[in-house]
């Protein structure tokens, strides 16, 4: 669903001619990862654990700004911009504020070329608009529906455009076509098109949902679900999900919504034509243009197409239908990690089981952030903080998400930009783009959140297993001895879980050291998931011959690090599955042998289930795996339950060198506050507004230079209606 915002200024023109190379500032150097390499040409060298590198001297990753030339579309107000694969965004309609003209212009911006361009169009070319829905459909459509005309009135057509051949269709439709309307939401989902709220003509803000079916181009009836317009919505876990928006009250809020969708033949059912109630009316007119003259054309020649389906600004008699599936609501009244709605530009998508909010800086200044709502649990977490994402010095007006949820792209301009000698100030064009990478803030990625268990068996030899596939029949034979009969052909020994961590540094050099009870696997299962073990094999190295090896890391990480590679799962379990301990050990095992796949679940996990008593390993393992939104995470967790944390075995298990690190995380000008002053400062928060604030934790951190908050005077909790 692309998602819109009205900007603060708009153009004279709607195109940037100005196609002179900009430069674009460097993204931040990145983590190298430790790897094998040759020596001589017939000698390779592969040892079973190379040396981890303790020290990062990376910067931390940093999301890469992108300026572009060419046709640069102006800010407009509530046009479409859609990722639509292959680096290539598209951006449609629009409003020109100052103009007071509306467009139905295509653009294309190349990310790889940073090119802007002005798309030649055909067919049935719809008629200008703004506060439509562009939805990817498929890999090589766009599904455009409704929208405001140059009219205002309110659209409710539907109009494909082709990407391969650049060519509008318009389908015919059956069934009762919805109200017109602009600035809802959209979006698709097993071949529906869902579409909900919106504005009308007079102001009315639409409470319905209803859905067109892709395969019969049929509408379903109306039902009546939550009062929204500008707000998001999304499918995930056979629900619904709407959040954001402005009410009927044209106030901002956090309330979340929830549709199910699971058990409804109303929903599940495919609409066949001539089916559904015709409580709504269908009207096809011809819009002439103001006043005497031609159609309205762009600045392209283009004729503006108004022949559109449009809902009478007059309301029918009938209401929408209850929804037959159940309806809830959550409002957050307080959480640390909420972010105010009221305050900055938001926008909101869905990845990997998680409503993600980007708030971006506005006009006034403000907290900006990274956000996530994670939908099984219904708890905000900050992923990162806006210092680290967002130029203080740019504008963002357009959000826009790949279909895997792994990258996002803000477009927008500088806040500030002087004229160039050509008279073109860049700060009136989306100019720039801000590329962000999720995943280095620990969102897996649809695919990989994604749960097949609950479409498919384990297997059929193992039903009841809480793995999926193979990986449940796999499972059974790991850690056999042969004489079992369970085929395995190869021993791998570890460190003793009770030795030193730090300790295992030394101890590869040494003869007598101490190793673990084997553990017992296949060297085919090893060879086909494990690409180290792979080019150790193929280099006949002493392993090859002996059908052993060593791995310098603790026991119960390397056992998990094996269960992982028959299994393909981290995910927690009672019995089998790892443990935080464990993950945090397979975080540094996945750095040291270059597996990103593993790498990626491990942060995701250990960034969604960080604690009191991990939270010091998983900060010195994140930042012995050079993970750095980890590392800062969990030391922020830290320091904001010092008291705790330093109470815990983990953080006592540590080395005295990782220690001084952790304890040096805080600001120079902090300190520790004891529980009483640190409740007396509380006390008498009133009567300290005029010194300088600082904001003191829970648990006795206390950091200058931050403005002291006021959640504490605010209820604790959320209802759930």
Request: proline content about 6%; some cysteine.
């Amino acid at each position: 669903m692309a998602q819109t915002q009205q900007v603060g200024a708009a153009p004279p023109s709607l195109f940037s001619s100005n196609s002179a190379p900009v430069s674009t500032p460097t993204p931040a150097a990145q983590a190298t990862t430790p790897s094998s390499g040759g020596s001589g040409a017939n000698t390779f060298l592969m040892t079973a654990s190379p040396v981890r590198n303790r020290r990062s001297t990376a910067e931390g990753y940093k999301p890469k700004l992108i300026s572009t030339i060419g046709a640069k579309p102006a800010c407009l107000v509530n046009a479409s911009v859609t990722y639509v694969g292959n680096d290539q965004i598209y951006a449609f309609g629009g409003f020109d504020q100052f103009t007071d003209e509306v467009y139905n212009h295509v653009l294309r911006l190349n990310l790889a070329t940073r090119q802007w361009n002005l798309v030649d169009n055909y067919g049935d070319i719809p008629g200008v608009r703004m506060g439509h829905t562009a939805c990817l459909w498929g890999s090589d459509k766009l599904l455009v529906f409704g929208g405001e005309n140059e009219h205002r009135q309110h659209l409710s057509d539907v109009v494909i455009f082709d990407l391969k051949t650049s060519h509008w269709t318009q389908p015919e439709l059956h069934g009762p076509t919805p109200r017109g309307r602009a600035r809802h939401s959209a979006v698709i989902y097993d071949d529906k098109l869902y579409i909900s709220g919106g504005q009308t003509g007079h102001e009315t803000v639409l409470d319905d949902i209803c859905f067109l079916d892709l395969k019969t181009w049929t509408w379903s009836r109306s039902w009546r679900f939550v009062c929204r317009y500008d707000h998001a919505s999304w499918i995930w876990n056979g629900r619904i999900w709407i959040f954001g928006g402005i009410n009927e009250d044209m106030e901002k809020n956090n309330e979340l919504y929830w549709l199910d969708l699971r058990g409804s033949p109303g929903f599940e059912t495919a609409m066949a034509y001539g089916t559904g109630d015709r409580q709504l009316v269908t009207a096809r007119h011809k819009f002439p243009p103001s006043g005497a003259g031609p159609p309205a054309t762009g600045s392209t020649g283009y004729t503006a197409n108004s022949s559109v389906q449009s809902y009478p600004s007059i309301s029918s008699s009938k209401q929408p239908y209850i929804p037959p599936g159940s309806i809830s609501s959550l409002r957050f009244h307080s959480d640390p990690n909420l972010p105010s709605q009221a305050a900055g530009m938001h926008f909101h998508a869905f990845s990997s089981g998680c409503m993600l909010d980007f708030v971006t800086p506005a006009e006034l200044s403000c907290d900006t952030s990274l956000s996530s709502l994670e939908l099984d649990t219904l708890r905000w977490q900050k992923l990162a903080d806006g210092k680290d994402l967002y130029n203080p010095h740019f504008r963002w007006h357009y959000c826009t998400m790949n279909s895997e949820g792994t990258h996002a792209w803000l477009l927008g301009s500088p806040a500030e930009a002087a004229a160039d000698g050509n008279g073109v100030n860049p700060g009136e064009y989306l100019s720039d783009v801000l590329a962000i990478d999720l995943r280095k803030y620990g969102i897996l990625g649809n695919d990989l959140a994604s749960d097949p268990r609950s479409k498919l068996p384990s297997s059929d030899a193992n039903v009841s297993s809480h793995l999926t596939g193979i990986g449940a029949d796999l499972s059974l034979t790991f850690d056999q001895p042969p004489e079992s009969g369970s085929g395995a052909d190869f021993i791998i020994t570890a460190d003793p879980d009770d030795m030193d961590y730090e300790a295992s540094l030394d101890r590869a050099s040494t003869e007598l050291a101490s190793v673990s009870r084997p553990i017992h696997v296949h060297r085919f299962i090893l060879h086909a998931r494990w690409p180290h073990f792979a080019r150790l094999w193929s280099a006949q190295m002493i392993e090859f011959h002996t059908k052993k090896m060593h791995i310098p890391e603790p026991y119960s990480a390397v056992r998990a690090f094996l269960y992982y590679l028959y299994t393909d799962s981290i995910a927690p379990h009672p019995q089998t599955g790892p443990s935080l301990n464990d993950v945090a050990g397979m975080l540094v095992m996945s750095n040291i042998y270059d597996m990103p796949r593993l790498q990626l679940l491990c942060v995701s996990r250990l960034g969604r289930e960080l604690d009191i008593e991990h939270a010091a390993i998983i900060w010195e393992r994140a930042a012995t795996a050079n993970e750095d939104w980890l590392k800062r995470r969990a030391a922020a967790f830290c320091l904001q339950n010092w008291g705790r944390v330093v109470r815990t075995a983990g953080f006592r298990g540590l080395s005295h060198g990782s220690i001084v690190d952790l304890c040096s995380e805080p600001d120079l000008d902090a300190k520790v506050v004891g529980g009483e002053e640190l409740e007396m400062m509380g006390h008498h928060r009133a009567f300290t507004s005029g010194n300088r604030k600082r904001s003191v934790g829970s648990t006795g951190i206390l950091l200058a230079g931050e403005e002291e908050g006021d959640e504490d005077a605010e209820d604790d909790g959320m209802d759930v209606n």
